[in-house]
């Protein structure tokens, strides 16, 4: 189903917002991408084009850094302080 005009300016109005909020991930489209299908995907996808709420939840944009502090090597697991093995998070695009 094609989502309706007003539907994709609130989309763009939600990724303009968090690019605002959350400026050190504007050189990361993966970062970015993540947080946004998480958004959606608790808003119930992007199938459902009815009244929907978007909420930026802030820890989640922001919990990068913290990440990043800890182990930044996307490449390399690491046994994490929650005590997963994880790859590490950096805000590199890898397209560059």
């Not at 970015?32 to 998480?38: A, E, N, V």
């Not at 996808?45 to 820890?59: K, M, R, W």
Request: net charge negative; charged share 25%; proline share 6%.
């Amino acid at each position: 189903a094609e989502r309706p005009a007003a539907r994709l300016f609130v989309e763009a109005l939600l990724l303009r917002t968090m690019e605002s909020l959350g400026e050190q991930i504007l050189q990361c489209p993966e970062r970015l991408s993540f947080l946004l299908f998480h958004i959606f995907q608790d808003a119930g996808g992007l199938e459902d084009i009815g009244p929907v709420t978007l909420s930026i939840d802030l820890d989640r944009l922001q919990d990068g850094l913290p990440q990043m502090a800890v182990h930044s090597n996307p490449y390399v697991r690491k046994k994490m302080p929650s005590g997963k093995w994880e790859l590490g998070l950096n805000f590199d695009d890898i397209n560059e």
